[in-house]
Nanobody, 116 residues
């Protein structure tokens, strides 16, 4: 059974940093694409960043240059380093794993709140 567990969310002041982690189990982690998504209050869930099994990354325009996604296949973990946070980054952040057959698994989410 595939499980994704996010951690690292919290309350931070504008301009601050947080690092989110997502630990995967029940799957051959290195073979799968990983991504971070977020849902702000009253908005739809949106893509934040993705990293392929080969290490290629992609970012939403709104976080480009501020956020960095990375993966450690030895630890079955994907990270999202978030710097220069702004109140608009406030959201629940979700980890997603995409299998080679394009099936998606989601974590339970972790709250990030950025105060002004």
């Amino acid at each position: 059974q595939v499980q994704l567990v996010e951690s690292g969310g919290g309350l931070v002041q504008a301009g601050g940093s947080l690092r989110l982690s997502c630990a995967a189990s029940g799957v051959i982690f290195s073979s799968n694409g990983m991504g971070w998504y977020r849902r702000a209050p009253g908005k739809q869930r949106e893509l934040v960043a993705t990293v392929t099994s080969g290490g290629s990354t992609m970012y939403a325009d709104s976080v480009q240059g501020r956020f960095t996604i990375s993966r450690d296949n030895a630890k079955n973990t994907v990270y999202l380093q978030m710097n220069s946070l702004v109140p608009e980054d406030t959201a629940v952040y979700y980890c997603r794993l995409t299998t080679v057959l394009n099936y998606n698994y989601w974590g339970q989410g972790t709250q990030v709140t950025v105060s002004s």
